[in-house]
Every structure is written in C-alpha cells, then in structure tokens.
C-alpha cells in the first residue's frame, strides 16, 4: 500500500503561481510513476502531468506545458507541481496518483492504483 497527502492549494488570481506538495508513505520502493490528475465541476478528471519515478521523464497534457512543472524529491518521497501562469481554467480539484505498473499507459488514471484526497485551488480573474 502507498498512501499520498496532498497539500499546497488555494486561491491565487489569474497570473500567479502555486506549488501543490504530495507526500507519499508505505511500500514507495514500488512506485514507477507518480501524476497530478485534475477535475473542474462538472468535468470529468483529467490528466495533468506525471513524472517516471526513477528516470525522472515528465510528460505534461498539452494545455499545461510551458506553465506547469512536475518534480520528485527521492529522499523525501515527495511529488511536486509547481503551477505559474495560472489562468481561470486551471481552476479544480487536483489529485496526485501513483503507479507501480513498468509500461502502464501513465496519460490513463487506470494505470495509477494509489491516489490522495485532492487539493483545490481556484484561480480568480
């Protein structure tokens, strides 16, 4: 079992900046991927970025590159995004996940098997 906690949101007008924490506990030695999901009201949850544990490869949903960056502290267990240029639209739920399937389709939430609560964080215009 892995166990992530989220951390890191709120409210931040259109332009700033945000850094979401998640910090993971448990059998972490297994993890091959972590990801930031997200899901705005009345939209289904999608994906935002995820990050090869090990390599340390990022790959990004095309509205968010250039703006957003994952990140991972190997000693500390811990998943970062940090998010600048915020706009209205990033406004959601975002979630972190994590995988330990070699290969998984890591763009797919099927592919993760452990997720946190979700931290919200709103952008106002």
């Known amino acids: 079992q892995v166990q992530l906690v989220e951390s890191g949101g709120g409210l931040v007008q259109a332009g700033g900046s945000l850094r979401l924490s998640c910090a993971t506990s448990?059998?972490?030695?297994?993890?091959?991927?972590m990801g930031w999901f997200r899901q705005a009201p009345g939209k289904e949850r999608e994906f935002v970025a995820t990050?090869?544990?090990?390599?340390?490869?990022?790959y990004y949903t095309d509205s968010v590159k250039g703006r957003f960056t994952i990140s991972r502290d190997n000693a500390k267990n811990t998943v970062y995004l940090q998010m600048n240029s915020l706009k209205p639209e990033d406004t959601a739920v975002y979630f972190c996940?994590?995988?330990?399937?070699?290969?998984?389709?890591?763009?797919?939430?099927?592919?993760?098997?452990?997720w946190g609560q979700g931290t919200q964080v709103t952008v106002s215009s």
């Open positions: 990050i090869i544990w090990r390599g340390g490869n990022t």
């Open positions: 448990g059998r972490t030695n297994s993890m091959f991927a």
């Open positions: 996940a994590a995988g330990n399937r070699v290969g998984g389709n890591y763009y797919s939430q099927p592919a993760y098997a452990y």
